[in-house]
C-alpha cells in the first residue's frame, strides 16, 4: 500500500519526483474504455417489459425483463439488417424485430424466422451478464469469462431502511476519467460549492492518500471548525464547531464512493453526537465523451423525514450539477481548442493523479 501525506514537505517532495512529465502513462479523454468492470446499465426500476435502449461504453444495449423479472441485455441490433431491436416488442421472453419477426430468446439465440422454414443456426444477438443488486442493475460487458458476481461493488447502503436516501441522475457531456478526477479533488470544494459541501478550513486541512488493490484513498479530518450547509442544516447543527472525517474512495472505474462523519462534541439534549453520510456517484461511460450518472446521498439519521429529504436531494442536486457545468465547460475546450495543452499537476492532485494512472494501466491490460 502507497500512502503519501500531502501536507508534510517531504512527501510534497515525493509528489513532485512522480509528477507525470508525458501524459502517456495517465487515463484521459481519449484512452480507450475499460470493459471488464461492472457497470451499472440502469436503475433496476427502468428495467421492465417494455424494451429499453441504452448506449453503455460505445454499444447500443437493449434492457428487458423476462416473464419472471429476470433482467436481460441484448445488443440493440438485429443481425440480419441492424433494426434496433428495442423497437421491436416481447413475446413471452422472445424479443421479436420489428422489421422482419425474427425472435431472439433472452440467450440472444433466434428461435424463429418467419421467411424461412428452418431458423438459421448463425442467427445469434451478443447477450451481456446482467445483475440486479439493490436499486441499481449492473452489466459487464467485457470478456465473459471474467464476469465474477463477486466483484460487483457492495452500495448495500442504499437498500437499507436504517439510512435515509436521496437520488438523482444526469447525462453528462463528458469523460468519465475527468468525472473521477473531480469527484476525488476536494480542493476544488470551496469555490465551485461555495455554498453547500465546501468549507475553506476543509480544503486546508490535512490529507492523505493511498492505494489499496487498484482503489485509490483519500483520509481527511478537521477538528472544531464550522460544518458545511448540506451537512450542518439538515443536523440543526450550523451554530456549533465539529469534527469532520472522510474517506473518500476510487472503488472502480465504474463508482466512487465518500463515506463522511460529523461529530459534534457537545450536542443538545435528545440530539445524537455523531452523524454519518455515505455518498455514493455511479457512473458508466456513453461514450468517451458522454456519461451516464447516478447519484446517491445516504444519512444514519431520520430516514423518511420528508423536509431533510427536500433538503438534501436540493443541495446535492445543485453540488453535482455545478460539476456537471464544469466537467461539460472543460470538454468543450478540451475538443475543440486548437492549440494542445498539457496541464500542470501540483501535490493537491496526487490522488487524481493516482485513479488514471490505474484506469490506464487497467485499459492497457486489456489492449494487450
Not at 423525514?305 to 466537467?327: N, T
Not at 472543460?330 to 493537491?348: H, K
Request: charged fraction near 20%; hydrophobic fraction near 35%.
Amino acid at each position: 500500500m502507497d500512502t503519501i501525506d500531502l501536507s508534510r514537505p517531504t512527501d510534497e517532495a515525493v509528489f513532485a519526483a512522480m509528477e507525470p512529465r508525458e501524459p502517456g502513462d495517465f487515463a484521459n479523454h481519449s484512452t480507450p474504455l475499460i470493459r471488464n468492470c461492472w457497470y451499472a446499465c440502469a436503475r433496476a426500476s427502468e428495467i421492465g417489459r417494455t424494451p429499453l435502449a441504452r448506449k453503455l461504453l460505445g454499444i447500443d444495449v437493449a434492457l428487458f425483463r423476462t416473464e419472471a423479472g429476470a433482467p436481460v441485455a441484448m445488443r440493440n441490433r438485429c443481425p440480419h439488417r441492424s433494426f434496433p431491436l428495442a423497437r421491436g416488442k416481447l413475446v413471452g421472453d422472445r424479443l421479436v424485430c420489428g422489421y422482419h419477426g425474427m425472435e431472439f430468446g433472452s440467450d440472444g439465440v433466434c428461435a424463429h424466422m418467419p421467411a424461412l422454414t428452418q431458423t438459421p443456426a448463425t442467427a445469434t444477438v451478443q447477450t451481456y451478464p446482467i445483475v440486479d443488486r439493490g436499486p441499481l442493475t449492473w452489466i459487464w460487458m467485457g470478456a465473459p469469462d471474467l464476469a465474477d458476481e463477486a466483484l460487483i461493488p457492495d452500495t448495500s447502503w442504499l437498500g437499507d431502511p436504517a439510512w435515509g436516501t436521496v437520488t438523482g441522475s444526469f447525462h453528462i457531456k463528458s469523460d468519465y476519467v475527468s468525472m473521477h478526477e473531480n469527484l476525488i479533488d476536494q480542493t476544488h470544494f470551496p469555490f465551485l460549492h461555495p455554498g453547500t459541501v465546501g468549507t475553506p478550513e476543509y480544503a486546508r486541512s490535512k490529507l492523505s492518500v493511498s492505494t489499496e488493490n487498484n482503489q485509490v484513498v483519500i483520509r481527511r479530518e478537521l477538528k472544531g471548525a464550522p460544518p458545511p450547509g448540506v451537512y450542518g442544516k439538515p443536523a440543526n447543527i450550523m451554530h456549533k464547531l465539529v469534527d469532520r472525517a472522510s474517506e473518500a474512495r476510487f472503488v472502480s472505474p465504474a463508482l466512487h464512493t465518500a463515506f463522511a462523519s460529523v461529530r459534534d462534541p457537545a450536542p443538545d439534549p435528545g440530539q445524537p453526537s455523531l452523524y454519518r453520510y455515505n455518498i455514493t456517484h455511479v457512473f458508466t461511460p456513453e461514450t468517451n465523451n458522454s456519461i451516464h450518472y447516478w447519484w446517491f446521498n445516504s444519512r444514519d439519521y431520520r430516514p423518511g423525514d420528508l423536509e431533510i429529504d427536500k433538503f438534501m436531494f436540493e443541495a446535492h442536486s445543485q453540488a453535482y450539477h455545478e460539476d456537471v457545468e464544469a466537467l461539460e465547460w472543460i470538454n468543450e475546450v478540451v475538443r475543440t481548442d486548437g492549440e494542445a495543452q498539457f496541464d500542470l499537476s501540483f501535490a493537491p492532485d496526487k490522488p487524481g493523479l493516482m485513479a488514471r494512472r490505474i484506469m490506464y494501466r487497467l485499459s492497457a491490460r486489456e489492449a494487450r
